[in-house]
DNA sequence: CGATTTTTTGAATCATATCAACGTACGTGG
DNA sequence: CCACGTACGTTGATATGATTCAAAAAATCG
């Protein structure tokens, strides 16, 4: 289960024998079951969290009370509240598995200490970072240029395999609107609404 | 001027004379006027760019014709299209100065040697990293918690100076508005629109 | 199966966009 | 250093995409 980790790392930097010993010593193989929380608001966020199997959920309650997901990990992604982690201010989100789920976590102390005995982990984690941030910019670009209905049609276009695994709620949280809308949506006819030549739709 | 970039570096790891004189050599310091480019739309990215003095934009041309203005990247702030940096392929982006400006350029080939030859700077841009891609999410947090009013009236109290360096439009365009709907509240009594206790208005 | 959770539907409402016109400021060349 | 043109800001009328509320219908789970 560590292993998937080990590919993961190993797709970005090339680690010998005696790292992987290193990494595998350092990280913990969890289990989680669906709605189990890994991190809840006003505690502080203590570890990092790689989804080797499974999915899990990042989300806050806004000041309406409701429930808005900022970010869906499943397999191969980290997930953590990197704020509440570096600065050990508490978080405001909660983390939790949508499905039962495999999770490799790295305590924030033991990734200290990580990377600093294997220091190419810090070019690792840099990329990783880097793919993440962009992958954000992405995401905040997404939501200014498309109305709700478009995001919502390419996120069904680009992962149609996901859309199937959470509740529409969830899906309609992450893209930003309520639930009743999506609902709305999906009962039209696929009224293609702006339709200026649809290429680049990346991952 | 190189050494602004030098005491920021600093500030998250320490460089000896050698590495000093690495980074010295890796960067090149440019001068640019208001309204020059640093970038533009199917060139591909081949620099990250550090502010050291002055106000530089990141914006795309949207569907509808409209500058969106994804970022501003002010003193001590790195600004690039990572995307275009690490793949290579062409940006979709603008980066252009909104004040006369000096800048420090890392130019892509050259990073990567200097990440080889002073290892530690994997370090440095990894909590670089973390850093914008923090403030990326707690930007996306606050799109989606807050009305446009609110958000501007948040983003005018925490920085008012930013406010009157640049223009309306494109506080509009960072914000997420049209430039019409800021004029609109501005002209309005501080209507404090739904004002729930407004604690925690941090950086 | 009954109980909860999730999805659907419709009507009323609201925040912000759009369009269009006018006012103001500002920097650039004569 | 003034005048003119362009860039920027304001205002009002109208349009619209999405929300809210409420309630019923459907699906899922123990």
Redesign the interface.
């Known amino acids: 289960m560590i292993d998937s980790l080990i590919a993961h790392i190993n797709k970005f930097i090339s680690l010998d024998e005696a790292d992987i010993a290193e990494v595998k010593t350092s990280a913990k193989a969890i289990v989680v079951k669906k709605k189990e929380f890994l991190l809840q608001p006003d505690e502080i966020c203590r570890s990092n969290y790689f989804v080797s199997k499974g999915c899990i959920r990042l989300y806050?309650i806004?000041?309406s009370g409701q429930e808005?997901i900022?970010m869906f990990g499943i397999e191969n992604w980290w997930i953590t509240d990197?704020?509440s982690l570096?600065t050990g201010k508490p978080s405001q989100y909660y983390i939790q598995a949508v499905e039962d789920s495999e999770i490799i976590s790295l305590h924030k102390k033991t990734l200290d200490e990580l990377?600093v005995k294997v220091?190419k982990m810090?070019?690792y984690?840099?990329l990783i970072?880097?793919k993440?941030?962009?992958a954000?910019?992405?995401?905040?670009?997404y939501?200014?240029?498309q109305s709700d209905e478009e995001r919502y049609r390419q996120f069904v276009a680009l992962f149609p395999g996901f859309v199937q695994r959470i509740p529409q709620y969830m899906l309609a949280s992450y893209l930003?609107f309520t639930p009743q809308f999506l609902s709305k949506i999906r009962g039209k006819p696929e009224s293609r609404t702006?339709n200026?030549d649809n290429t680049d739709v990346n991952s």
């Open positions: 806050f806004n000041r808005q900022t990197y704020d570096e990377l220091p810090e070019r984690f840099r970072l880097q993440a941030y962009t954000s910019m992405r995401r905040f670009q939501f200014r240029d930003g702006r200026q």
